[in-house]
């Protein structure tokens, strides 16, 4: 229940909230003062320990327990009834070995993805379909902030210190998109991933950027898949001796690849063949060669002989998920930041038989 | 009374107490005879140019050898406590880096002063555009002020022979953080050389 506009107090709310800012704990963007009531129901809600420690950087000696995740979560505007998800969704990124080791320190600046799949979406009011990369729904927008504000505030990584992003990219700290299961042809992303289909579930990576792919008028699964290989093998992204990707495919590119007979491992199959650059194409880049660590280099290749971008067809190198609108053939190609733990971890909604 | 608002960072009260000063290892005012080691973190030039400079040490300043010319294999990590073991146990000084990245940088630093509680000075190499997260590191390890050898960035497209000029520029600060002449660091703790 909203209490009647006229019985809040605007002033102290406003004076709560500079102290947030003046305390350095705000992404820029305004934050929900956390109280010890507020932070119980996160608790309560999650129906986890608050002393319980769920990640750790050592070298920065720094760690988060579920009562730092839940004070973090309040004050990006989470309800309560959010927190499980972003447990889930944090202990997902910790199986990322970026995540684990300099990942947030890093010049690239990466950005959570965060899938969620089965009937929390529903039960808590998740965009799936129309807009699903953008704003204005609050568990999207909330738990992926809250992401960020964990990584800022418990490990005390922050822009210009500790982070040194050189660019960063749009969308860090706002990447939460629930999987839009009743428009795609496949099974979830989690039971992809080895869950029950009727899980629900976060699955995590870290992103370097997004690129649409915007495919109307063809009918051909080959065609549409080539227009993807060519966005996923472009040079820029690649800077070591293979590297991985993922694609958020709109509902009606699934089902056309789909109705064709792909499955997602067909998709990725295909596509794990055709990724990729010549030599020679690589050279006028300076990438054709690898030094040995793996990183491409400026070498002396000048033959017509075809590179494979991904290491092979696995999952963890292609994240397939579907969302968004079935109004229009556009996709997004997502630049993975080392590549996907394949997994998905389990939301349990404690209370939710009480609810 | 109205409710609290929680920190969200779990530090509340930790910033305020303040952390003793970190004592570096005890400096070398002579550097001839004495072993060095070298330990890159993979990036790009960096074991090339730590070459470079251990040799100049060996043929300008009269250290015995290069005793140790290793890889640290995470260069987001800090060195494993084995691998700071093995050069403790093999050179009398050490040079490191290149921080040439966001946590590359940090974790330089961080290995300097693994180095200098093992009571073995080393001479962190870092590019100049991480100075800040650097520093930062310093002091979150309790060692404000820590002094480390800069290079203008970028250091990963420079070929031989401008790693070898590189080399050359540094090794006048590399001599004085070891040796802890002025305008390089303090025998003693991290704090007196903030003075």
Known sequence: MTQAATDLDPDAAQAAIEHCYEQGWSDGLPLVPATRPLVDRFLAAARRSGGEVIGSLPQLDRTVTVELAAINAAMAGCLPEYFPVVLAAWEALMHERAALGGGWQSTSGPAPLLVVNGPVR?????NATGGVFGPGFRPNATIARAIGLIVRNAYGIHPHELEQATQGLPGRWSICLAENEEDSPWPPLAGEAGLPTDASAVSATLLRTCEFVDNRHTASAEQLLADFADTIGRSGAWIFRNASAGI???????????????????????????????????ARVGKDGCDHNGVRMPASGDSGEFQRMLPNAERQNLLIAVAGARNAGISMVVRLFGNWSGTAVPISVANQEES | MPNAILDPTGRAGVAAAPRPGLLLATRRPALSGLRVGLMDNTKHNAALLLHEIGKLLVAEHGLAAVTVEATKANFAAPA??????????????VITGVGDCGSCSASAVADGILFEQAGVPAAVICSDAFVVTADAMAELRGAAGYHYARTAHPVAVLTTEQVQQRAKQLLPEVVAILRGDSGGRPPGSAQSARQ
């Not at chain 1, 699934?254 to 690589?282: I, K, M, N, P, Y």
């Not at chain 2, 494993?80 to 000084?93: F, G, K, S, T």
Request: glycine share 10%; proline share 4%.
């Open chain 1, 122 to 126: 529903a039960e808590l009011g998740f």
């Open chain 1, 248 to 282: 958020v495919f709109c509902p009606e590119h699934a089902q056309l690849l789909a109705g064709a007979g792909f499955t997602r491992a067909g998709v990725r199959a295909w596509l794990a063949e055709r990724c990729g650059r010549s030599t020679t194409d690589l």
């Open chain 2, 80 to 93: 494993p406590a084995e691998l700071i073991e093995r050069y403790r146990q093999d050179c009398d000084v």
